[in-house]
């Protein structure tokens, strides 16, 4: 089946730095990546849609210039939060559609990011 | 408004026994998707729906989904502790390009 996957799984950093959080198709192209975050016992929340080559495209309420987004290969896309604060400490959750149809979406494991 | 209602958000219920999970949408959707997310894991996909009458199984759990009563159901028949989990809904509505998730409903099996 159809892998996805996420680097780093977890990551521990200071308040005002800033975090990559890599989602990589490994074994299919995918045209279309989602980014999702899931505080505790919640559901997930879309950040924003992925588009190989173009600008993603932001859900209401979701910072651009705080959540920066390349897609730069129809294997990769990244997510960099910048300037994280203790708020944005969430599991971070990437899925991929693969370029042949939309049927469903391949989840990446998640990132764990905690913001001291 | 784009709106995905799942109940119950919350279900205990002993091993053997069958339940069923309801998970009510707003508007028109192109597809519906089940997911299970274990704790502290990421999401694995169960079904998809594509039409009304659609009917999927895998093994003690059976999908199905009535787009006009914009109702899916995710029925739990003779439950075993390896099914507690977290299970989603999600909803690809017509012309919306992404998914719209319920709350999601954690079910624990106890023996």
């Known amino acids: 089946g159809a892998v996805v996957s996420q680097h780093p799984s977890w990551v521990i950093c200071k308040s005002g730095t800033s975090v990559k959080i890599e989602c990589r198709s490994l074994d299919f192209q995918a045209t279309t990546m989602f980014w999702y975050r899931q505080f505790p016992k919640q559901s997930l929340m879309l950040m924003a849609t992925?588009?190989?080559?173009?600008?993603?495209?932001?859900e209401q309420g979701v910072e651009k210039d705080k959540f920066l987004i390349n897609h730069a290969s129809l294997t990769l896309s990244t997510l960099t939060v910048t300037s994280a604060h203790p708020e944005d400490s969430s599991f971070y959750i990437c899925?991929?559609?693969?370029?042949?149809?939309?049927?469903?979406?391949?989840f990446g494991p998640g990132t764990r990011l905690l913001v001291l | 408004e784009l709106k995905v209602e799942q109940n119950p958000l919350f279900l205990s219920m002993q091993e053997g026994k069958n339940y069923t999970i309801y998970c009510n949408y707003s508007?028109?959707?192109?597809?519906l998707y089940w997911y299970r997310q274990d704790p502290g894991k990421s999401l694995e996909s169960l079904f998809v729906?594509?039409?009304?009458?659609a009917v999927k199984q895998e093994g003690r759990l059976m999908a199905s989904l009535d787009t006009k009563a914009r109702l899916s159901t995710l029925h739990i028949t003779a439950a075993v502790h390896d099914l507690s989990a977290t299970y989603f809904c999600a909803v690809e509505f017509t012309n919306a390009g992404k998914s719209t998730f319920g709350d999601g409903t954690t079910l624990t099996v106890k023996p």
């Open positions: 899925s991929a559609l693969a370029a042949s149809g939309w049927e469903t979406q391949y």
């Open positions: 508007t028109t959707s192109d597809r």
């Open positions: 729906l594509l039409s009304n009458g």
């Open positions: 992925s588009n190989e080559g173009s600008k993603a495209t932001y």
